[in-house]
């Protein structure tokens, strides 16, 4: 069975660009959760989504988005790049909502200059 | 609210030696406990989970950790450290009932010494 792909691996942005990430879980897998990993801050929640629907947040502006799709990959949304958007974004898939058990993905390494 | 402290940002061992990585939790609930391992450009592997029964609990790679409810902790052991061992070590909580996003700790980057 496949694992959790995230297209693109890496992204060079500009400030004030904007930048969509994408995330295929694991087949059959229904919940996707997505994290900004950066060395200062170490793993934090941006947000779940299960059944196209967002479970649950993190404490991040409304700059970052996201959405689930009919066929459960996800794709998240950073407007209005800063700097300190600068982070590996990792995407887990989970067989259900609440099967705390996640899968991650290898992450997409987003640079803003 | 839940929180999770692991002591010591970075760990050096000696190849052969016990590697001791430590994680404490903070949970008003009976938890749900995770150990990850992060490699160079890679994501997270699960190592290991407790979710209820019994408190050791073994993991892949040799190795294990111990649900100690009394000291709120949940240590990563092994017997012998290998090269490969080599990586960043993500302990991480999240409650038993409901939905609840998983929180992580800081990290412990693990460095072996040949």
């Known amino acids: 069975k496949a694992g959790v792909t995230q297209t693109p691996r890496y992204l060079i942005k500009t400030r004030g660009q904007q930048v969509t990430l994408s995330c295929s879980p694991i087949?059959?897998?229904?919940?996707v959760s997505w994290y900004q990993q950066t060395p200062g801050q170490g793993l934090q929640f941006l947000f779940e989504?299960?059944?196209?629907?967002?479970?649950n947040k993190g404490n991040f502006p409304g700059r970052f988005s996201g959405r689930q799709f009919s066929n459960s990959r996800s794709e998240m949304n950073v407007s209005t790049l800063e700097l300190g958007d600068s982070a590996l974004y990792l995407c887990a898939s989970s067989y259900n909502l609440g099967n705390n058990e996640q899968f991650f993905g290898p992450g997409t390494r987003l640079t803003v200059l | 609210a839940q929180s999770v402290t692991q002591l010591g940002s970075h760990v050096s061992v000696s190849e052969g030696a016990l590697v001791l990585l430590r994680c404490n939790y903070s949970s008003s609930v009976p938890p749900y406990l995770f150990w990850y391992v992060q490699y160079p450009n890679q994501g997270l592997q699960l190592l290991l989970k407790?979710?209820?029964?019994?408190?050791l609990v073994k993991g892949i790679n040799g190795f294990e950790a111990e649900f100690k409810k009394s000291e709120t902790s949940f240590h990563l052991t092994k017997p012998s450290a290998h090269m490969s061992d080599a990586a960043e070590y993500f302990c991480a909580v999240s409650y038993t009932s409901g939905n609840t996003p998983l929180v992580f700790g800081k990290g412990t980057r693990l460095s072996v010494i040949a």
């Open positions: 989504y299960f059944s196209e629907t967002q479970r």
């Open positions: 407790y979710t209820t029964g019994a408190t």
């Open positions: 087949s059959g897998h229904r919940s």
